[in-house]
Nanobody
């Protein structure tokens, strides 16, 4: 059974940092993409960043320069977020997909999410 479990969310002030983690089990993803997505209240789910094992990395415009996606070569995916803004407030999800890109519809295994709140 494929499981993705996010952790590391929380409440921070604007300008703060958080590191999200995603523990993956039950799946070998050497030829797949791993991605981070988020859903803000009242908005559609959107892609934040994605990578594959060959070193391809994609970032949404809102994440470039502030967020860094990485993995440990094993079963863990990370998202280091810095210079956080109130508009980054959302539920963050990790996911596995076959197609390169940040379109949520191309990802088919999802975690339950972890809440990030950026507020003063």
């Amino acid at each position: 059974q494929v499981r993705l479990l996010e952790s590391g969310g929380g409440s921070v002030q604007p300008g703060g940092s958080l590191r999200l983690s995603c523990a993956i089990s039950g799946f070998t993803y050497y030829d797949h993409y791993l991605g981070w997505f988020r859903r803000a209240p009242g908005k559609e789910r959107e892609g934040v960043a994605a990578l594959d094992r060959s070193g391809h990395i994609l970032y949404a415009g809102s994440a470039k320069g502030r967020f860094t996606i990485s993995d440990d070569g094993g079963n863990n995916l990370y998202l280091q977020m810095t210079s956080l803004k109130p508009e980054d407030t959302a539920e963050y999800y990790c996911a596995i997909g076959k197609q390169a890109g940040l379109d949520p519809s191309t990802y088919y295994y999802w975690g339950q999410g972890t809440q990030v709140t950026v507020s003063s």
